[in-house]
């Protein structure tokens, strides 16, 4: 499965591409297993290409640009590829993201651990990029810490999928019946067999979140190792403990999967009205913020913008604009969203998708954080 690089660097390839002449399928599809341990995406595909074939029918008139013929040619060729390289896809995929357009030689696709919430095709002439972009938002890249007083389990995860996994080891004790000073002794010898292990896994954890700039740690542990790893963190990595849940530090890997993303997507929507307030608040003292479509597309284009935040459903954001697509294509909605994305990834600047629509509603739909004003 590709790592959270590779699908950053896809992003910002198909976000620099220029409009096509020839027609770009977006291609996403829900690659999980259905009741009868079976994906169900070929009936979809083949009924919606069969569709999109069909309306390129006809050639152009002479001297009118590209044909119809021609246009119907790169997508038949797209068709082909796209059904030969779903034919090889590892059974352990949750998703695919695909963009392929033969007459402009375009053809990138993304086997992902993530899931794709449900099958879509698009034909247009760019890429519809929204989707990914929002699935690069969902499942952003955190540590996970699972500990006790013996033994730690760090796991850095990212895009639905652990990238690396690392155990501490510590000095194990045991219980011994004996009375008085020795009794003391021995109490203090375990407390500092359990410093020494917390101060350990403290450096292994502290380590890995910043050579990996990691932003997001959630801390798993019983009511002894938790406090005493919490008051050994240094303060720059207890500033990015977003949780503290229970797990046993045995859990298999695809429970510590599902409990902690989970966890990430609560507390990112627990956020949501704080970065849209600080968004407003930031707009409206000092003016190194915009709110709604036109000033947050004109502060892209001038290169201003820090941080995008853009509502997770297109239609939130509020466009007179007609979309330009055909239909059943990108609507005009989705159409401003992936302009907006697009100029996003080609300014270097981030953007934060808002979950809670009625919190997105405040803003328009769309707003940016500001590096400078002019």
């Not at 947050?296 to 853009?310: C, H, K, S, Y």
Request: glycine share 6%.
């Amino acid at each position: 499965m590709p790592q959270l690089e590779e699908i950053s660097a896809q992003l910002d390839r198909l976000a620099r591409l220029e409009p096509s002449p020839f027609p770009i399928i977006s291609l996403y599809l829900n690659l999980q297993a259905d009741q009868h341990g079976r994906d169900r995406f070929e009936p979809f595909l083949r009924k919606e290409l069969g569709e999109r074939l069909r309306t390129y029918d006809v050639e152009g008139p002479p001297g009118a640009g590209l044909s119809n013929g021609s246009q119907r040619e790169s997508l038949e060729r797209d068709a082909e590829k796209i059904l030969a390289y779903l034919s090889g896809v590892e059974p352990s995929a949750n998703g695919v993201a695909l963009f392929a357009s033969s007459g402009s030689d375009l053809f990138e696709a993304l086997q992902l651990a993530a899931p794709i919430p449900e099958h879509r095709l698009y034909v247009s002439s760019q890429p519809h990029l929204y989707p990914l972009a929002r699935l690069f938002d969902e499942y952003p890249r955190y540590a996970v810490l699972l500990t006790d007083t013996n033994a730690a389990r760090i796991f850095v995860i990212a895009a639905n999928a652990v990238e690396r996994r690392e155990q501490v080891e510590g000095m194990k004790t045991r219980r011994h019946k004996m009375g008085g000073w020795s009794q003391a002794r021995y109490q203090r010898h375990n407390e500092n067999v359990h410093l020494h292990h917390v101060k350990e896994v403290v450096d292994a954890l502290a380590r890995i979140v910043r050579n990996e700039g990691i932003e997001s740690i959630i801390v798993s542990g019983d009511e002894v190792v938790v406090p005493m790893v919490k008051d050994h963190l240094p303060k720059d990595i207890a500033e990015r403990v977003v949780d503290t849940i229970s797990l046993n530090i045995h859990a298999a890997e695809r429970a510590v999967l599902e409990a902690t993303i989970a966890s990430i997507r609560e507390t990112d929507r627990l956020t949501d009205r704080e970065r849209v307030d600080a968004l407003l608040d930031d707009y409206r003292a000092n003016g190194l913020a915009v709110v709604g479509l036109d000033a947050t597309r004109r502060a892209l284009d001038l290169g201003q913008v820090d941080e995008l935040v853009i509502a997770a459903a297109p239609d939130t954001i509020a466009t007179t604009a007609p979309a330009q697509d055909g239909p059943g294509e990108r609507t005009a909605e989705e159409q401003v969203a992936d302009e907006l994305v697009a100029k996003a990834r080609n300014t270097s600047a981030r953007v934060r998708f808002i979950e809670d629509v009625s919190v997105a509603k405040s803003i328009g739909g769309v707003g940016a954080h500001l590096r400078f004003k002019m």
